[in-house]
Structure formats: structure tokens, C-alpha cells
């Protein structure tokens, strides 16, 4: 056999076994009918969790989505992510809520004000979702694990009304 016919060969079995493969993930697909908005967790020490959920919203406005987006421990300096997502207006609503990160602050009641204000906003945000015409298709709650994690907010509120949000509205939460 030649070195064109063994590659010919090579090709058909892969294209036959493509093939398959196309014909089981096909399957598969046709059973997932259920379309509903997903609650994404990031968190973890280290750096990304930020990252990749601005990343999930750069991917919704690319899709025609319309976004909110509070950050509850972030302050009021520039981000990347706000200079980027500023051009825009008409997709995404930014709510910077936070007064910076509580090892600068170094005042606790002040902390879960802030927090307790975004968690209010948050919340106005995600009903505006209930109906026929929801305000947004997804809604980035960053660094709201942090303020749970000191107790600035009732976990046990929190989670509670996540469970009950719109059924097709993606929430993402970080920290």
C-alpha cells in the first residue's frame, strides 16, 4: 500500500468514527429541551474568579444579552472590566457598591452597610426579571461570597432567595 493510500485509509476510519461520535453527542443533545438560567458559583483562593465571570458576561453581550452587574467589595477605583464594559450602555448596567476590600477599610459597620446596600440592589435587579420583559438575561454578583463569608449578610437569605430567582435568569456569583 502506498504512503496516499494509507493516509486515505487513516482518513476514512477517522471520518467513520467522527462520525459516530456526532451521531451519539446528536443523541444526547436531543434529550436536553429543558432551557432554563443557570446559578454559577466561582470561588476558590487565588486569582480568576472575577476574570471568568466578566469573561461569561462579555459572552452574553456578544450574544445581545443585557447584563447587571453589582460588585460588592470592589470600590469606586477604575477596572479593567468597567472601562471595557462602559462602551456598552444600552447591554450592561454596572452598580459599584463596595467601598474597597475590608483589609483597607478596616471598618466593619461601614462594611456591611455597603453590603447590605448592594444586597438590596442586587435584589431589585433580579426581580426586575420577573415577567414577560426581564430587565436583564444575566446578573454578575461580584465578591458576593466575601461579604457572606464575614457575615455581613445572612447566608441563609441569601442563598434562599438565589434558589427562588427567575427561572431563565443566569446569576453568577464570585469570591
Not at 64 to 87: A, D, F, S
Request: proline residues 2%; contains cysteine; positive net charge.
Amino acid at each position: 500500500m502506498s504512503a496516499e493510500q494509507i493516509d486515505d485509509e487513516r482518513n476514512r476510519r477517522a471520518n467513520e468514527k467522527s462520525a459516530k461520535r456526532k451521531a451519539v453527542r446528536d443523541k444526547i443533545l436531543a434529550t436536553k429541551t429543558l432551557e432554563k438560567g443557570l446559578l454559577i458559583v466561582h470561588t476558590g483562593k487565588g486569582k480568576g474568579k472575577s476574570t471568568a465571570a466578566f469573561g461569561l458576561v462579555t459572552r452574553a453581550i456578544g450574544n445581545g444579552l443585557k447584563v447587571g452587574v453589582v460588585q460588592y467589595v470592589k470600590g469606586k477605583w477604575q477596572t479593567g472590566e468597567r472601562v471595557v464594559l462602559e462602551h456598552f450602555p444600552d447591554q450592561v448596567e454596572i452598580r459599584t457598591m463596595g467601598e474597597g476590600f475590608t483589609w483597607e477599610t478596616q471598618d466593619r459597620a461601614r462594611d456591611i452597610a455597603a453590603a447590605q446596600r448592594a444586597w438590596e440592589t442586587s435584589k431589585e435587579m433580579i426581580e426586575a426579571c420577573r415577567g414577560d420583559t426581564p430587565r436583564y438575561d444575566m446578573i454578575l454578583l461580584d465578591e458576593l461570597n466575601i461579604v457572606l463569608r464575614y457575615d455581613y449578610l445572612a447566608l441563609d437569605e441569601g442563598v434562599s432567595f438565589l434558589q427562588n430567582k427567575p427561572e431563565n435568569l443566569h446569576v453568577i456569583v464570585t469570591g
